[in-house]
């Protein structure tokens, strides 16, 4: 089937880089004579007809701006049978031949499910700053993520230094410990918590007071929110040690922002590997960048869970402290 126009969504939880991939899939398929849709707010714009042609001029000045300008919703009616018959209608209606939805795990799920039932072909671009799709090292906005909850430790290190406390650092990363611990080991921090791992409380304690034995004061802890609460490790450390601690939660802040060197060139990249992807005939495939090149994997397999390496970078940050 020969593809003539395409749809380009976001969807799920934002991720730096975004717009660098929405601008490089319009303007490189418009490139090829391919005509582009931008569908609004994720496959809610498919269900609900919000979309709109998109040319170049659409994605002017959007390459160093996090978010997204399609905007982005997690929707639960494209899990239904008749959300997605719905989109499928608006498909049929606008002649779209092929998606390209740009997002993490939940959005390539929607979209293989999708593509099982209705065979519309479908490549998905990686862009998630947990890093957690299968089958691929680094997705758009991970290294933007990191780079902001390392400016704010650095922060939290200057004033962690001088009152000589105790701080417990939560980042994101749902069920993934990447983000805590690329971030743990460029700040420097003294330990990290990540669901990979088992965490112990009472040796943690136990490394803390035996530090403060040897002179060192003050501890900087991060903790992957999918492994449990800084605040509430922050009291269970107190109770148990009588040490000054602090906790602070950094949220949202990480997936916001302008999106590094890294996150915008990977991002364009991927606009166009995606694009080509289709233009092959390829179906049902996500694009990432693995081993230093980029990929296209099965949706299938890209969907399952990612087991990540950890014991290298876990060790040396402790080894460290
Ligand atoms: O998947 C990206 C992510 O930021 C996770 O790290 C986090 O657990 C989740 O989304 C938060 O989701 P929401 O923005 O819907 O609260």
Known sequence: MSIKRIAVLTAGGDAPGMNAAVR???????????EVYGVFRGWWGLINEELKVFNGRSVSGIINSGGTILKTTRCLDFQTEEGQKRAYDTIKKYAIDALVPIGGNGTFAAAHGFFKRYKVPCVGIAASIDNDINGIDTTIGSDTAINTALAAIDNIRDTATSMERIFL???MGRGSGYIALQVALSAGCEDVVIPERK????????DIVNGNIRGKVSWIIVVAEGAGSAVEIAKEINEITSLETRAVVLGHIQRGGRPTAFSRSLATLLGQAAVDSLLKGEQDKAVGMCAGGIVSV???TAIQKKEMQVDSLYNLIKTLT
Do not use: G, I, N, Q
Request: aromatic share 8%.
């Open 24 to 34: 490089s899939v319009v303007r490189y398929a418009t490139s090829k004579k391919v």
């Open 169 to 171: 650092v939560e980042v």
């Open 199 to 206: 965490f112990d409380l009472s040796s943690m304690c136990h």
């Open 298 to 300: 099965d949706l299938e």
